[in-house]
Nanobody
Framework: QVQLVESGGGLVQPGGSLRLSCAAS????????MGWYRQTPGKQRELVAT???????NYADSVKGRFTISRDNAKNTVYLQMNSLKSDDTAVYYC???????????WGQGTQVTVSS
């Protein structure tokens, strides 16, 4: 069993920054892909950013240039640095890890990010 512990969410003013962290523990597999998704009430969960073991990144168009995803393979941890936050970024952010072909997929419990003045 794998546990994903997220941290770093909270309330921030527009234009501000937050850094999310997600640490994996337990029966650790080779999580080729680690990433972040977000969801708001009444909408489907959407991709924010992913990063592969070699470091290849993929971002949603809405966050390009503002968010940066990174990972520490030794610590089985993925980070999301969020800058220039907008009210539209308000959502519950979920950590996701999975193998190269989508196997051994796990989700975190979610952390709330609220961007409001």
């Amino acid at each position: 069993q794998v546990q994903l512990v997220e941290s770093g969410g909270g309330l921030v003013q527009p234009g501000g920054s937050l850094r999310l962290s997600c640490a994996a523990s337990g029966s650790i597999f080779n999580f080729y892909v680690m990433g972040w998704y977000r969801q708001t009430p009444g909408k489907q969960r959407e991709l924010v950013a992913t990063i592969t073991s070699p470091g290849r990144t993929n971002y949603a168009d809405s966050v390009k240039g503002r968010f940066t995803i990174s990972r520490d393979n030794a610590k089985n941890t993925v980070y999301l640095q969020m800058n220039s936050l907008k009210s539209d970024d308000t959502a519950v952010y979920y950590c996701n890890v999975r193998g190269l072909w989508g196997e051994n997929e796990y989700w975190g419990q979610g952390t709330q990010v609220t961007v409001s003045s």
